[in-house]
């Protein structure tokens, strides 16, 4: 094991700075982490059931209304790694608390706010907060919770939030905008805020590590990968020959060349290189990539079927998402436990075959399937395959890195997984979309005619080709996940986790 990329096994003192805290806080501890980290995957989808009323109300284009969501996964995404980074040299915890209060103050103007110029730049500065904070979130439970099982369990709840997440802020988003009104899924995040930032004194600040940031790789780094979401998202709108879109892939792939060459280089990078030289690591990272392009694409095609196809109502849909977060709460607590007993790739390995076989269930739905016999079976086994997947990706991606490096290990995680999100929403829209117009040319807008005339027969005949179009976009989805299980098998070596009370996690190369 090599220096650079183990950390040093020695047990803390109770008042240092990286001293675990009592048990009497863990809870508490992870609960902040937790909430955190819910918050932040939530605004991902919460706007999205909300987008009709939001429309309405400021008057949107329809242009601009997929900014509304793009604007802060392009911020998200584009930040990260700068985020980690700053986490690393300057406090993890002091990083979270900023990043937290930069997102309720976002949260507050976007509620507010009474255009959707406003509306869009509060989602840029949610997309930034999130970005400062989530990577840090990851790394403080390195710092607070015991090696060995409070540390596995931490990471259980944190791996769950990442796909729980995503399915309350489609049940909050419908509640929220069918009792109250679509503010409030801006306004909600002001008081979880602020219980966050309560809660922070429970969790272990790390020593700050000496260094600089790195302006060059931050500034090529972080206009690289906002380059490429943003190609991948005009892409997915506008066709992958467009113009705009092309040029956005190129500087996409200039800045981030460049960014390579500056981190090879330079004696204090935003991104070791090191942290690429174990297997297993980068192998958690490419699998999560995997696993991001099939999830988020995942939800966006189901909301549409239910409310589309089904015609569920906003609440209706958030309610029916319930088996997808009971199936990830089960599994994810599951698999916190099998990675002190199993090696990552026999707990992620059959975790993805399942959720892909969940996949490729959907991919078998018709205009008129029964939600009780269809979609809430195929929705539980998805979230199960894929709630035995996120925790050994999460654990493989910050065990044996170097205390300095915890920051920037956890944010290329949550990059590959909104990285990933972005191409697979892109890619599976436009299959879905040309899937459905073979069938019936403008099959969406042809479905709308016919609710807006009556015509029933051109309804179903609309529902007929829009629904074929989101079941090839399910079996790519299933694709995915597939080469994400590839991938594990392959590149991820790692053996179970089994550290000791008071260590540091045990290297997993």
Known sequence: MSADSTSVAAPARPDAPGASPGGRHLGLA?????????????????????????????????????????SYALAFGGLLLLGGRAGDLFGRRRMFRVGIVVFALASLLGGLAPNEGLLIGARVLQGVGAAIAAPSALALITTTFPAG??????????????????????????????????????????????????GTKTL????????????????????????????????????????????????AAVLLVVFLVVQARTTHPMMPLRLFTDRSRWGSYATMLCI???????????????????????????????????????????????????????????????????????????????????????MFVTALGLGMSFVPMTLGAVSGVAHQDTGIASALLNTAQQIGGALGLAVLSTISTSAADDKLPEAAATLYRGLATKDFAL?????????????????????????????????????????TEGTAPAHIG
Not at 167 to 192: A, K, M, S, Y
Not at 208 to 222: C, E, K, N, Q, V
Not at 473 to 490: D, E, H
């Open 30 to 70: 992870l609960f902040v982490i937790a909430a955190a980290q819910l918050m932040v995957v939530l605004d991902a989808t919460i706007t999205n059931i909300a987008l009709p009323s939001i429309q309405t109300d400021l008057e949107v284009s329809d242009a601009n209304l997929a900014w509304i969501v793009n």
């Open 204 to 251: 272990v600040e790390a020593d700050r590590h000496p260094g600089r940031l790195d302006i060059p790789g931050a500034i090529s780094g972080t206009g690289g990968l906002i380059a490429l979401v943003y190609g991948i998202t005009r892409g997915g709108e506008h066709g992958w020959t467009d113009g705009l879109t092309l040029a956005s892939f190129a500087a």
């Open 459 to 499: 309804v179903v005949r609309a529902g007929e080709a829009l629904t074929h179009g989101y079941t090839m976009a399910f079996a790519a989805a299933a694709c995915m996940f597939l080469v994400g299980l590839t991938v594990t098998a392959l590149a991820i070596n790692a053996k179970k986790q089994q550290p």
């Open 292 to 378: 991001g392009s099939g999830m988020f694409a995942t939800f966006y095609f189901l909301t549409l079927y239910m409310q589309l196809i089904l015609g569920y109502s906003p609440v209706k849909t958030g309610f029916a998402y319930l088996p997808f977060s009971i199936g990830m709460a089960c599994a994810a607590g599951i698999s916190s436990k099998l990675v002190a007993h199993l090696a990552p790739r026999l707990i992620a390995g059959p975790g993805l075959l399942v959720a892909a076989a969940g996949m490729f269930w959907f991919s078998t739905l018709e205009w008129d399937s029964s939600y009780t016999t269809h979609l809430m079976p195929a």
């Open 149 to 198: 099982k409070p540390r596995n369990t931490a990471m259980g709840v944190y791996a769950a939030m990442g796909g729980v997440g995503a399915t309350v802020g489609l049940l909050l988003g419908g509640v929220l905008t069918d009792v109250l009104d679509w503010r409030w899924v801006f306004f909600v995040n002001v008081p979880i805020g602020l219980a966050v930032l309560a």
